[in-house]
């Protein structure tokens, strides 16, 4: 599939069709992979793909000039479709390579059960229900589902539904819809005052570093509301109370956009289970409008278009 | 100064022992992220799984967030109130990294000006160290001329040596926590000949090297190579994982908060990675990505070197393991080009 995706790359560079490629090359560290955004004919040949290959690279395509050859997962093609629909990017200026994914591995989830880090760990495969994990020599095989990411768990389309060249054969990767909603359910679960002690808890944690609206390619705004100082819509000082309003504000601003590709939650170098109110987000915007984020290009963005049979309830 | 040494098992013993009259803080993790958090009088476990934690100990410092004073007003005018923090404290455990951090960030805030939030903190801590005994893949510390067992910038120095820690006394401070107490005896000259093998092999085990000569002078060359700096900024995602989570990091930003007739003055954290961290009201000196990455590795690298003498990275590899994209500054620093060869741009 490398091969493949590799000859792909470098023919649309070489018949002048993008301008530069954003795909995935090796990462520096064991089982890392990195973006990587060229023009150079030469550099196709380290694009890769593999179960660690994480990032959204649709966030690239609004700073990336010209033409972009992108390579996109089944999230991340749906958040290229997301961001043409708000006319973030124009469908002429962006040929999608789609790369079916058989779910990304979670390091963390490997780390802990193994109770290893990642560079003490020699080899994991992803093989089919399991997966292999090499350590000092001694092979451990882990149930392939307790190792991918949530969102991978529940992913409809883990086979890209808009692209330009489909590289590989469709895939039906291993979803398990209950386990990518446990932490959800268990949310939902807790009276109110205790889902108020748990937030509490956790983005006590936060540190404002952003890495969060950094990574999302559904935030796209020039300038974040964060920053506005006049007037000052929330503190810049990482208090929880106003790290719980970031939050909140930030998920109803990618509310219809929020592909769940579960980037925010990846990133977040404190752990804050942002997911959890992303995914949220995304089944109350389901409920209420019928609307899943990143399907269909042509239909207009969520909170661009109104049908009178919608939900009333939510205009207080 | 003399060495000695303590059981593995005594630790306990002897945090509890500083821990009557000082505020002790240990390594421990909250939702499996690792930082410096007061100690329960219990739990020595982090002997076990510590590596280093994720929030560098300038934390303790210079905190990501932080209330200046307090002010209001009432009829008789403005009232102000500075928080008094007078607390005595000891850091167990901190590894030379980050202790050479601090000493970096020392520079800013004690030798620069005498900021007192940060030097009231700093002179009523006693740092204890610990030495590594298993570096992570991205640590390069070797590369900065620092080692997993540097005794440098700590007190006391505490290095496994088997079922036992040789401890070496580096200041009067350090050497005064072990005056009084039986838990530590005489380190013997074969345990000091112990150590010392454990130090030369603990220095092998940092296996990621960077070419770090003449580093400024480089990066002095390729300063206007817009067309080099906008490759390697490429990937990068602009937020503030690599510069909060820096040992030597230290920019921070001041707001008032104000409701009614009183409020509070913060500060916090902020980094050059942000896009209006250079905003003025008529320009914006950094508005393009590039050039927020070469300001990061520019300050670390070669501004930071001008001022103090001293280059602002310990090579913790915080920034390349927790970095979101995988950007990893010793690939940089070893690809920098000989000179500015195309587009010129400062």
Not at chain 2, 87 to 93: A, D
Not at chain 2, 257 to 274: H, M, N, P, T, V
């Amino acid at each position: 599939m490398e091969q493949e995706l590799r000859k792909e790359a470098r023919k649309l560079l070489d018949e002048g069709k993008a301008d530069h490629i954003v795909g995935f090359a090796r990462g520096s560290l064991k089982f890392t992979a990195t973006p990587l955004i060229t023009r150079e004919k030469e550099e196709v040949a380290s694009l890769v793909i593999n179960p660690f290959i994480v990032n959204n690279l649709a966030k690239f395509l609004t700073e990336v000039p010209g033409r972009v050859g992108i390579v996109a997962k089944g999230c991340d093609s749906r958040s290229v479709v997301s961001l043409i629909q708000d006319n973030q990017v124009s469908r002429d200026d962006v040929v999608i390579i789609g790369v079916p994914c058989s779910g990304l591995i979670d390091i963390a989830k490997v780390e802990q059960l193994v109770n290893k880090d990642r560079d003490e760990i020699d080899d994991i495969a992803l093989q089919g229900e399991k997966v292999a994990v090499i350590i000092g020599g001694q092979k451990t095989e882990l149930p392939t589902k307790e190792v991918l990411f949530e969102h991978c768990l529940g992913c409809e389309s883990p086979t890209p539904q808009e692209y330009d060249i489909l590289v590989g054969i469709p895939t039906n990767a291993i979803g398990d819809k209950e386990l990518s909603l446990r932490r959800i359910k268990q949310l939902e679960d807790m009276v109110p005052e205790q889902r108020w002690a748990f937030w509490k808890k956790q983005l006590s944690r936060c540190i404002r570093c952003y890495a969060c609206r950094q990574v999302c390619p559904a935030c796209f705004c020039e300038r974040c509301f964060v920053e506005e100082s006049q007037p000052q819509w929330i503190s810049p000082v990482s208090q929880w109370q106003d790290n719980l309003m970031f939050q909140v504000i930030r998920n109803i601003h990618v509310a219809g956009r929020c592909t769940d590709c579960g980037e925010c939650e990846r990133v977040c170098p404190q752990n804050i289970p942002l997911r959890s109110l992303s995914k949220k987000m995304s089944e109350l915007v389901d409920e209420m409008f019928h609307y899943q984020a990143g399907i269909d290009k042509d239909a207009p963005a969520l909170m661009t278009a109104y049908e009178p049979v919608e939900a009333e309830d939510l205009i207080m | 100064m003399a060495t000695k040494k303590i059981g593995k098992k005594e630790i306990a013993k002897l945090l509890g022992m500083w821990n009557q009259r000082l505020n002790v803080f240990v390594p421990f993790k909250e939702e499996n992220i690792a930082k410096m958090v007061r100690w329960d009088g219990i739990d020595v476990s982090f002997l076990d799984w510590y590596r280093n934690t994720v929030i560098p100990c300038k934390a303790n410092f210079l905190p990501s967030m932080e209330r200046m004073f307090s002010f209001k007003k009432n009829e008789d005018g403005y009232h102000i109130e500075i928080p008094q923090d007078e607390q005595k404290q000891l850091i167990f455990g901190i590894r030379p990294c980050d202790a050479r951090g601090i000493a970096m960030v020392d520079k800013v805030f004690t030798e620069t000006c005498e900021d007192p939030y940060y030097v009231s903190k700093r002179k009523n801590t006693v740092l204890i160290g610990l030495s590594c005994t298993n570096p992570y893949d991205s640590c390069f510390c070797t590369s900065l001329g620092l080692k997993p067992t540097e005794s440098a910038d700590v007190d006391l120095m505490f290095t496994d040596i088997g079922d036992e820690f040789l401890i070496e006394e580096i200041t009067d401070k350090g050497e005064e926590l072990l005056a009084a107490t039986s838990l530590v005896k005489q380190a013997t000259k074969a345990d000091g000949a112990k150590a010392k093998s454990e130090k030369a092999a603990l220095s092998d085990m940092v296996i990621k090297k960077v070419d770090t000569k003449e580093i400024a002078k480089k990066l002095q060359a390729c300063f206007s190579d817009k067309d080099y700096w906008e490759k390697v900024a490429a990937k990068c995602i602009s937020c503030g994982v690599c510069t909060f989570l820096c040992p030597t990091c230290f920019c921070f930003d001041i707001c008032d908060e104000l409701i009614k007739k009183q409020g509070a003055r913060y500060r916090g954290w902020d980094s050059c990675s942000f896009r209006l961290y250079t905003k003025m009201p008529m320009e914006n000196p950094r508005e393009e990505k590039w050039r927020r990455v070469r300001q990061r590795v520019c300050h670390k690298y070669e501004f930071y070197p001008m001022n103090f003498d001293i280059t602002a990275c310990t090579g913790c590899g915080r920034c390349i393991r927790l970095c979101p994209v995988n950007w990893d500054i010793s690939q940089v620093l070893s690809s920098l080009p000989a000179s500015a060869t195309s587009r010129s741009e400062k």
